[in-house]
């Protein structure tokens, strides 16, 4: 072996070491980074989707005083903590007393299932199952209890669970909104920074378009699909709460999943309508009232998507149903809002990448005879 060979060998493995021990430092301070955010990836993330969503209403708000955007940031957050946070905390209590009560009633057996009507046993595939195990709970409800202990455990558990994180998820909300003012009050620092991230990734060219892609998709849906499921519930909640129906934060819950379903809310307002009349519990004038209320409530989806559907990039529902139901297993109520909004940006930067044509990132070269 010659002594330039030798010397070009020391010299590979004196580089290569040095690579290896700069990469391991790096996934080192990464891993580290990651652990120590984690705890609040979710608050955050909520918080810079609320921002971003908000702040076409906040820049407005801030050159009406005067371009005071932090005064305009904290005016925005009280009022939207006034105007949604409190009807959220009421109906977050009113679902987590109703699960609690259910479930407590599931593993003592206090309650009574009424009897299934003949038609149960003629729905297709699982009709008469259904009639089966219905009329057996119905007929003998302490026999069908103790013949289904350990199923009800784990219902009564998953109850209580789902109980505590609603309570959970009202308070992220508040933090959330907290977390939305400051960045709002620093919204052109952060816009500029994220424009400098996404070229940094890309290139000055695409970063810019990238980023615009990705702020428009964020507003879209955060405001055109969860937003409006999300006002709706708390509209028909509260509706639900003050008519004296039962379980309001409950079928405030399907309210929402009914909206990011894009199915009308008026398959739940009708027969929350239909109850209040039957039970003769209130006089005509207010079953009049309310009824008026919930069926504007209920079609207010009609007035509310024009108006916040038209801005930024419409995603595929498909995309952000599966996001939005992904994130809520993972992730809880937190995750039923964050989940399709990010997955339906990771879907829109993914298409800017597809579609765009190969020639236009490829370096040009001149052409030689």
């Avoid at 010299?11 to 990464?30: A, N, P, Y």
């Avoid at 400051?182 to 990734?201: D, E, K």
Wanted: hydrophobic share 55%; charged share 10%; aromatic share 6%.
């Amino acid at each position: 072996m010659s002594a330039n060979e030798a010397m070009l060998r020391k010299m590979l493995s004196r580089d290569l070491m040095e690579t290896l021990i700069h990469f391991g430092l790096i996934v080192f301070l990464v891993i580290i980074c990651a652990r120590v955010f984690a705890p609040f990836a979710n608050l955050m993330l909520w918080g810079l989707i609320l921002a971003v969503a908000l702040e076409p209403l906040n820049g407005a708000l801030a050159r009406h005083m005067g371009g005071r955007r932090g005064l305009a940031a904290t005016v925005l957050t009280v009022a939207g903590l006034l105007l949604l946070g409190v009807p959220t905390i009421m109906l977050g209590e009113s679902f987590a007393t109703h699960v609690k009560e259910l479930a407590a009633a599931a593993h003592q057996g206090t309650f009574h299932i009424p009897s299934p009507r003949p038609g149960v046993a003629e729905w297709p595939i699982v009709g008469e199952k259904v009639h089966s195990v219905w009329s057996s709970a119905s007929d003998n409800l302490p026999a069908f209890l103790s013949q289904n202990q350990d199923q009800l455990k784990e219902l009564s558990r998953k109850g209580l669970a789902a109980a505590a994180g609603t309570a959970v998820a009202v308070l992220l909300f508040i933090g959330a909104m907290v977390i939305a003012a400051i960045m709002l009050a620093y919204a052109q620092t952060g816009s500029s920074a994220m424009t400098r991230i996404f070229s940094r990734l890309t290139d000055p060219v695409r970063g810019p378009r990238m980023q615009k892609l990705a702020t428009a998709t964020v507003r879209s849906v955060a405001a055109g699909v969860i937003g409006v499921a999300f006002i709706q519930a708390i509209l028909l909640g509260m509706g639900f709460m003050f008519a004296g129906i039962p379980a309001a934060g409950v079928l405030a819950l399907i309210v929402m999943f009914l909206g990011i379903l894009q199915v009308p809310a008026l398959l739940v307002t009708l027969p929350a309508i239909a109850w209040l009349w039957m039970s003769g519990d209130g006089s005509t004038t207010s079953n009049i009232a309310f009824t008026i209320y919930l069926g504007i409530a209920g079609m207010a989806d009609n007035v509310l998507k024009p108006l916040l559907l038209g801005r930024g990039v419409d995603a595929p529902m498909p995309v952000i149903l599966i996001g939005a139901l992904g994130g809520m297993v993972a992730g809880g109520i937190i995750g039923l809002f964050v989940g399709g909004v990010v997955l339906a940006v990771g879907y829109q930067l993914f298409m800017e990448w597809v579609d765009e044509p190969l020639d236009a990132a490829a370096p040009h070269t001149p052409e030689h005879p």
